[in-house]
């Protein structure tokens, strides 16, 4: 089996981000945070498990999980250099560790975002009822935005999967393969080629179905001079890519899709150019919608120009009109414009790219080619 892989990756410095995010902790007036979001857990100990809580306290770490991850968690933990005492167990046993560990905490922070009414109730009444619960936003989430060294080798191998499993499978296009089939294939090669998994259902939506930007693949045949929208990513080592590529069997039937392509592949390269540090997301938004409006078709760009992108497909910043984020260095994310008309079909081109000093670079280098033979 060959691998797209790299051997290793450089390491990431999991123990780092906990004194950043006790700093936030602080302005955001809690001692302590109980982390519940999976990823962000992962982010914090390098713990890949199905079922964590993580108690962040001002000088201790308690990571509580159940029987099935007791070695794994350790071994994490250790690998990735995190120091945590680790308690393991059913829900008792691990309720029982985390309120000992919080007994003299005043404020505790959860994770608004994640936590649901229901649990809410029961943290507050059974298992911390001293505490004064506050609710946090995006304490964690601020900080994955900036991407280490380590994180962006692990999503550039993420995208040089993808990229190598659309070049793999492009040449079946041409013999009226259906959508789902499609799919699978791209699927199947980038598991081949060492992704971990996809970072989400995999999007082939030709013809009309391409007029719907999440339409889900079919048992639709792509026929000659079609338009094909190809959305997908792999994810390697717990990180996700995001690209789509549209693509036409022949030349494009008509000169609407013709011009809708050559729109949003203007679009798309001007949003790209945009994108720096300091740049205001909403204005990388603009700069791709003006695009679109100047050709008539302001109506017909149905979503919003990206988002951030790293262990979850879609994460912080958003890169839309009502966007109030700045793009700061080491932020990864997508640039992905799209014309949708019903009666036409659809185009979308994404790149996800490494916002940089002085531009961004792009980590999904597909060409971008819309005619396959
Ligand atoms: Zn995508
Ligand atoms: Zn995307």
């Not at 699927?187 to 999440?214: Q, W, Y």
């Not at 549209?246 to 994108?275: C, I, K, N, W, Y």
């Not at 916002?355 to 060409?367: F, H, I, K, N």
Request: aromatic residues 4%; glycine residues 10%.
């Amino acid at each position: 089996m060959t691998t797209a892989v790299p051997a290793t990756f450089p390491a990431m410095d999991v123990a780092g981000r906990l004194p950043r995010l006790r700093e936030r902790m602080g302005e955001a007036g809690c001692e302590a945070l109980l982390v519940t979001t999976l990823a962000n857990v992962r982010y914090l100990t390098g713990f890949t498990g199905s079922a964590a809580l993580l108690l962040v306290l001002a000088d201790g770490l308690v990571l509580s999980t159940d029987g099935r991850y007791q070695f794994q968690s350790a071994e994490q933990l250790a690998g990735a250099g995190v120091e945590a005492h680790i308690a393991i167990g059913k829900v008792p046993a691990q309720r029982e560790a985390l309120a000992e560990a919080a007994g003299a905490v005043a404020k505790l922070g959860l994770e608004a975002a994640n936590v649901s009414w229901a649990r809410q109730r029961t943290f507050a009444s059974d298992w911390f009822p001293s505490a004064e619960l506050v609710p946090t936003e995006g304490l964690v989430e601020g900080l994955r935005r900036v991407k280490d060294e380590g994180e962006v080798a692990r999503m550039a191998a993420a995208a040089g999967i993808a990229d190598a499993a659309l070049a793999a499978v492009k040449p079946t296009l041409a013999g009226g393969i259906t959508e789902a089939d499609l799919a699978l294939a791209l699927d199947t090669e980038m598991r081949r080629l060492g992704a971990s998994g996809c970072s989400f259902e995999t999007i082939v939506a030709s013809g009309p179905n391409g007029a719907k930007p999440h339409a889900r693949p079919s048992g639709r045949r792509i026929g000659q001079g079609e338009l094909v929208v190809v959305d997908f990513g792999a994810i390697v080592d717990g990180y996700c890519s995001d690209m789509t590529r549209t693509v036409s069997v022949g030349q494009p039937r008509s000169a609407t899709l013709a011009r809708m392509v050559e729109v949003v592949a203007e679009s798309q390269q001007a949003g790209v150019d945009a994108v720096r540090a300091g740049q205001s997301a909403a204005e990388v938004d603009r700069v791709c919608r003006d695009i679109i409006a100047a050709a008539g078709w302001a109506d017909a760009f149905l979503h919003s120009t990206g988002h951030g992108v790293g262990l979850d497909i879609h994460e912080a910043p958003t890169v839309s009109a009502t966007s109030d984020d700045t793009l700061v260095a080491g932020y990864v994310v997508t640039v992905e414009p799209g014309v949708y008309l019903p009666e036409h079909g659809g185009v979308r081109i994404e790149d996800t790219v490494v916002v940089t000093e002085d531009g961004c670079r792009p980590l999904t280098l597909a060409p971008k080619e819309l005619v396959v033979a």
